[in-house]
């Protein structure tokens, strides 16, 4: 039956994401081979350019495999179940709904100013840029569990920054300027947050967190948004599959 993707992610990892539970449902083992693209978008109602971009993702993550003249299969590594894996990109909003919350942005300042050397160092910026420094609390059921601060090129957003709603999807914003990130690169540390960011927000409950650093790029490569982002500790985990 024809199985038309609706949800808010962009198609792209939506479709990637419906393929990979297609193989699980379908029970597909490493060898089997996919249906053809001709069977895959009539059952998605998608766009062959849409699918084959969800499927070169697959392929990048080694789910599945190409045989040239022959087809796409299920790879080995497409039996290793991980439930949440660091290596997707995906908004944070997608991402807390997986887990299950309902989030709400809380913008807590949102200022122009010049960066230090690491935000300036992982932006690629020339001496004198600016960025829009964008600080928020994410909250479910009026708990926090996200602590935030984004940076973004000036230049990318030529707006008053008060003529902008900051408190929905980032990504969504950045592609209304032609800047969608579409992938990134991250480090991972487990810290506290910072005593200042307690005191100032009464944080005091937070606890440990997961500190992920995220540099968001461009389809051209371009990075776009330095993230630095705080994950209640009780609130989230993360998988990986290593091979």
Not at 169 to 194: C, F, G, I, K, N
Request: charged share 30%; net charge neutral; proline share 6%.
């Amino acid at each position: 039956m024809p199985e038309p993707l609706r949800d808010t992610r962009t198609l792209v990892i939506q479709l990637r994401d419906r393929i990979a539970d297609l193989i699980r449902d379908e029970g597909l083992v490493p060898g089997d081979k996919l249906p053809t693209e001709a069977q895959l978008t009539d059952r998605f109602k998608i766009s062959r350019p849409a699918l084959r971009e969800a499927l070169k993702l697959l392929e990048q993550d080694g789910a599945i495999y190409v045989e040239h003249g022959r087809g796409r299969f299920v790879s080995a590594i497409s039996a290793v179940h991980v439930d949440r894996p660091i290596t997707v990109f995906e908004s944070v909003t997608d991402m807390t709904r997986h887990y299950g919350y309902a989030t709400v942005n809380k913008v807590l300042s949102i200022a122009e100013e010049l960066p230090d050397a690491i935000t300036g160092g992982q932006l690629r910026l020339t001496s004198g840029e600016r960025v829009i420094r964008l600080e928020r609390l994410r909250l479910h059921k009026e708990e926090p569990i996200l602590y935030c601060i984004d940076y973004i090129p000036r230049r990318i957003i030529p707006n008053r920054l008060y003529d902008i709603d900051w408190g929905g999807s980032l990504l969504e914003l950045l592609d209304q300027y032609r800047h969608r990130p579409r992938m990134s690169a991250a480090t991972v540390t487990a810290v506290m947050l910072p005593e200042d960011v307690v005191e100032r927000n009464d944080l005091r409950d937070f606890g440990p967190a997961l500190l992920i650093r995220e540099t968001c790029f461009n389809t051209s490569g371009a990075p776009v948004v330095y993230s630095v982002d705080y994950h209640r500790g009780s609130h989230f985990s993360f998988s990986l599959a290593r091979k």
